[in-house]
């Protein structure tokens, strides 16, 4: 039932936005994401300032600013959304905690508690709309996932974050938090997601929790030279890139890309005036993403 009311939430947002803009999605607190984000990367402080003006000049409404990307980037992040014309209570922050080499309970409760309150100072939207982990805990097992969760449940329930989410978690590592029937599900899951991983059961597998998946790292494995892409492109008029990004969001999933080019950014945001085809979509279900074949 859950993943199907997913289904039915992208689907809605998709006809909602009616190629105007970027929809949104309901997470499972109430609270309304943009299916497209913006990630900056490891840059320097003017690459990601820039970067992230200029995704918020091409209509993107959700930046994704990672603790792994260092906090002189983030800071240069934070005053690309001050500096912004778009109103603050109109763009979607998050902010992320990597506390991954953390050894139990205790100690992944302690350094995750810690790592939440410098994303909460380094990102100054009040409160920051979410907080992510970037990773589970190596070595620690349940306990350390439990730990990071119990600090990340007291940041939200003390309302300084709107929805709390994770990133690479497994399904054994959802159940460890979910095991608590009182427990806080995580919104969101952020995972590898790419045309080329049709077989792939990650969206199913979420959103039985009631969590969405967001796609990273969302053009793997795939470039300009892929035919099958190119094709299903030209007959929408669309480049080989939003063909695959489409893709992502036909398959209920959102997604988190990345450029410092204006002109590539403003392409991402045009995923929402066009749909793949049930045959297109087969197609590219069963593409191996080694799309190097003549396609006739």
Not at 63 to 78: E, F, K, N, T, Y
Not at 128 to 143: F, R, T
Not at 160 to 186: D, M
Request: hydrophobic share 40%; with cysteine; glycine share 8%.
């Amino acid at each position: 039932l859950l993943a199907m009311e997913i289904r039915l939430l992208v689907a809605s947002a998709i006809l909602a936005s009616g190629g105007q803009g970027v929809p949104t999605v309901k997470l499972n607190n109430g609270v309304d994401m943009p299916i497209l984000a913006f990630g900056a990367q490891v840059w320097d402080p003017g690459t990601c300032s820039n970067a992230t003006a200029s995704a918020l000049q091409a209509g993107f409404r959700f930046i994704w600013s990672s603790m792994l990307i260092g906090s002189p980037c983030q800071a240069a992040q934070w005053k690309a959304i001050q500096a912004s014309p778009v109103p603050l209570e109109d763009i979607f922050v998050a902010g992320t905690v990597n506390t991954q080499s953390c050894s139990g309970l205790d100690d992944c409760y302690t350094k995750t508690k810690t790592g939440a309150k410098s994303q909460v100072d380094i990102l100054g939207k009040k409160p920051l709309d979410m907080l992510m982990l970037d990773y589970p805990s190596g070595g620690a097992g349940c306990d350390g996932v439990l730990g990071q969760w119990k600090a990340f449940e007291e940041l939200y329930a003390a309302k300084h974050v709107r929805t709390i989410a994770v990133s690479n978690f497994n399904q054994e590592q959802l159940k460890c938090i979910s095991a608590n029937s009182s427990a806080t599900v995580p919104s969101v899951n952020q995972m590898p997601y790419s045309v080329g991983h049709g077989a792939d059961t990650v969206v199913s597998d979420n959103a039985a929790f009631g969590i969405f998946v967001q796609a990273y790292s969302p053009l793997s494995g795939i470039d300009s030279s892929d035919a099958l892409l190119r094709k299903i492109g030209a007959a929408h008029k669309k480049s080989w890139a939003q063909v695959a990004l489409r893709w992502i969001v036909q398959r209920n999933a959102t997604i988190n890309t990345q450029s410092t080019k204006l002109s590539h950014l403003q392409e991402d945001v045009q995923l929402f005036n066009f749909s793949l085809t049930d045959a297109e979509m087969s197609q590219l279900n069963s593409h191996s993403n080694l799309g190097m074949e003549a396609i006739v």
